[in-house]
């Protein structure tokens, strides 16, 4: 008998990829996939706890889905729920206080477990709480990825030991840990095979991955990427996410000397202040930062950046704030992530005297992200009249259009019908780009 599980995921890339590899631990149980909650035999939400309200809206969540574990019930059948990712990890106990009828909470560390907390909950009826960190690595467990899409994604590195004294990540998802290379190819191999042409190789400090090769050598990003770009099949590489401290000679040489790598950066700076960089405990100056891009601008001029920043940091001033905006206007960002700073228990920050009024906060936000949509249009319409090589998607549904990336990630639709989809598919081909808005781009076949 088949079995239904429904994943529901927030946040970020690593999140999404975890909850692919759940999926497959799960196809080896004989689940299926749901796109929805009613009606499944086993219900996953993959939680993020990166800024607030992650907890609000996951016990609001749980309390929609309750009713319907309920009607489940009442049947004679069973709906297991499991609450995992970062909120798990952060709040497991308080999940299992709040909202008792969860039957698994389980950390980012221990997905490759789930079959035995899952038969364990099926066998005594009680809850399952496991958020520890387990000296054997997950990937080592969990099965090679079995879905195939055009533009695939492989974790080669997990947690972070930077400890910036806003953020949750070195707490939820732990130490750095990088994945051994040939772990990494032999996935990524499997990933060609079935016909992906992108990968993103994942991880929340992709550039400090330092894996340890059965031979005892320990291999670079950059020594990795060298070896993927030679997969056959294979049409781009990319990587997410990136600190600056990390961005090694040999890495800067690889967006110059292999094709295959695209000319796009996800390269966090978070604020243009030196004060604030200092407080976030970053270890880079703005300038450290300015000088990377010209050096990486040098070997590969055109390269499209993309940044976070986070506005309103404890003791921010309008003169730090002013120096965020100056930095954007003097790097120019392609695209960009903005946020308020949110208040975390348990990190440095959240203990911090001077925090900034919600209304300040606000007001910095508004004029960041004005000055960031000014910049991607911009950068968007730059495109327009020029002719560049689309990588399109699985495009299923979509009845007119086909959808695909450019070399630079900006979205690009081109015009079809429901017959041709197939020829696209997975296929690099040069579009001539004739619109261009904030979000996506249009454009025809040349
Ligand atoms: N408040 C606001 N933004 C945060 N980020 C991480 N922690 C916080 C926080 N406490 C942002 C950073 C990071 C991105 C993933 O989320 O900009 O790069
Ligand atoms: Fe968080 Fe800083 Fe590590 Fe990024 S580098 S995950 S912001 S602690």
Known sequence: MTKKVHIKTWGCQMNAYDSGRMADVLKALGYTSS????DADLVIFNTCHIREKAAQKLFSELGRLRPLQEAKAAKGERMIVAVAGCVAQAEGKEIQRRAPYVDIVLGPQTYH???EMIAKVARENGGVLNTDFPPEPKFDYLPEPSACATSAFVAVQEGCDKFCTYCVVPYTRGAEYSRPPEAIIKEALALTANGAKEITLLGQNVNAYHGESST?????????IEKLADLPGLLRLRMMTSHPRDMGEDLIAAFRDIPKMMPYLHLPVQSGSNVILDAMNRKHTRDD??????????VRPDLALSSDFIVGFPGETDKDFG?????VREVGFAQSYSFKYSRRPGTPAASMKNQIPEKTKDNRLHELQALLRDQQMGFNQGMVGKTVPVLFDDNGSRKTQVFGRTPWMQPVYVATTAGEHAAFSGMEMNVKIAEATLN???GSLV
């Open 35 to 38: 796109e929805e909650a009613e």
């Open 113 to 115: 477990l789930l079959p």
């Open 216 to 224: 005892g050598e320990i291999w670079t990003l950059a020594r990795l």
């Open 289 to 298: 930062y300015k000088r990377l891009i010209d050096r990486l601008r040098a």
């Open 323 to 327: 120096d965020t905006m100056k930095l």
């Open 440 to 442: 996506n781009m249009k």
